[in-house]
């Protein structure tokens, strides 16, 4: 049975139920199908058929989940194109899929799709502009989605999944987490991260309800709480990072009882913090060319240490020496993943899908297939896997995959450098955080470089992937036998000067927020109120970090797409005067003292104190 039929199944049992919600409004069962048919009969009538790739540009609204059923109905396969990317990376992985046909909204730069031959613009729900009625079936296809992630060449590399394969993910999950119809599942990650898949589909298939969390909201820890609890959300997949910044923002609301963190290791202290009575926590790993998760274990509380989870169905792991034969218990190998999830390889890259998805000598049946992951692992006494890093460049920043080398080509085509390396250290907040490391032609980055380089970086590369900090080098360290030594790199120097004059805080308000800064990004100087907060090495959790100590602090609730129109210390501050209506910042801040820890009587006696006003 197909994806779609088995979403379709839920039709006949509960067509009245809600099925998505979100921007776009509510879609019971009966009506999300009605829009899938409708405009899976329109792509049809446009080619759209197996193998035949559809771009989707599309913001994070219900009519998203629509496009990608709607795709699938009408037998092509999707491929997301996400509005944050910018114009020149969308393009190429436009043209290495041969995409034709791109569904968007109205809400997108059009600029990010000029030279697509056919662009349908959907409403939020997913109407279509002109309704099409037609059989819910097309031929099928066995190509699900082709999934871009970063290239060691300096090209995003697309990653071909079959329908199958996500079948498969689908029915281990059912069977692991039980999901009923009474579960509603908060979906927060972008369509162009696989584990988007998961979240979208596996409570459809279950009968459950999936709210769509906006793009704002997903960024944002207190909108994010906020939602999770006007919705009585019950599930949450995320990354560490994103589980982060919802602990800071108030914890996690005790109605999501079904926890999954993945995309990076899953830290002790994290998962502690995570763990609570009446939840259980998955540990899931898996990367895009096996399709989303490979694996999938309850976190048991501490001391014991998180490792990998079992298998999931249909999944075999090995690990796997230099040689290719199998390691003793308890040494490090690399390990190799075969079984149902096993993706096609990548598009138009033969060469690159011969070399990492190899034949599976250990399977029974013939032509099977493994993927080397290029992660080294061993297995501990008790069986268990143990993760110990990687073999090679890729790394993971806020969940999403990195090859350092496609950073570096593009640094290497700045005219003045002349050796460029990129490198991950850990910042103030624990994250791990990229840093460019640069010998320029004299030794010396031109005035401006900074400024230029991220434009130049930002222009080809999505947000996640452009280097938080610059470090000038006369040379970059090389090993004995020539290599770059990156070992050798040196951390990034916290008490670098800001490229801005300094200006000190002159006001309560302002002297508060410049320490925040200087806890959270690590700054080992004053911060100026003038200071450009990104230039400093922030990034959009950092700023959601902020934003949840200035709510914590001041009780005044920032939007974060205002800090990062005004990302200064002074242009904070405005805000918050703005937001504020009758009370002074320090007297908020004062009350909110004061407000901590007091019974009901002394409630009562304060409120008196202070007046009808209060």
Known sequence: MTVPELIRDRLETTPDAVAVSGQ????????????????AALLREWGVGPEVPVGLCMERTTGMVVAVLAVWAAGGAYVPLDPAFPEDRLRL??????????????????????GVPRILVLAPDGTA?????????????????????????????????????????????????KLTPEDRWLAVTTLSFDISVLELLLPLAC?????????????????????????RITALQATPATWRILLEAGGVPETIRTRLCGGEA???????????????????????????WSTAGIVAPAPARVVLGEPISETSLYILADDGL???????????????????????????????FLPDPFAAGSGTRMYATGDLVRRTP???????????????????????EEIETVLRSVEWVRQAAVGVHRGADGLPTLVAYLAGTEGAAPEGAWEALRTRLGASLPEYMVPAHLVTLDALPLTPNGKLDRAALPAPDRARASTTPYRAPSSAAEDELAAMWEEVLGIERPVGVDDDFFELGGHSLTAAQIIARVWSRFGVAVPLVAFFEHPTVAGLARQLDRLDDDLDLVEIAALRERLDGLG????????????PGA
């Open 129 to 177: 502009p002109t309704a099409r009625r037609g059989t819910p079936r097309g031929p099928r296809g066995d190509l699900a989605y082709v999934m871009y992630t970063s290239g060691s060449t300096g090209r995003p590399k697309g990653v071909e999944v079959p329908r199958r394969a996500v079948q498969n993910l689908l029915g281990a999950f059912a069977e692991r987490l």
């Open 93 to 114: 992985m436009r043209e290495d899929a041969g995409i034709g046909l791109v569904l968007t909204q109205a809400g997108v730069d059009r600029r990010l799709l000029a």
């Open 382 to 404: 008790d069986g268990r896997l143990e993760y110990l890093g990687r073999a090679d460049g890729q790394v993971k920043v806020r969940g999403f995959r990195i090859e350092l």
């Open 266 to 292: 899953l830290p002790r202290d994290l998962a502690d913090a995570l763990l609570a009575p009446g939840t259980s926590l998955w540990n899931v790993y898996g990367p895009t060319e096996t399709t989303v």
């Open 326 to 356: 199998p390691v003793a218990d308890g040494e490090a190998g690399e390990l190799h993943i075969g079984g149902a999830g096993v993706a096609r390889g990548y598009r138009g890259m033969p060469a690159l899908t011969a070399a990492r």
């Open 24 to 39: 776009g409004g509510e879609l019971t069962y009966r009506e999300l199908h009605r829009r899938v048919d409708d405009l």
């Open 207 to 231: 009968g459950a309800r999936v709210v769509v969390a906006s793009a704002s909201q997903a960024a944002d820890g207190r909108e994010l709480r906020a939602l999770a609890v006007a919705e």
């Open 600 to 611: 009901a009587e002394e409630l009562a006696a304060l409120f008196d104190e202070l007046g």
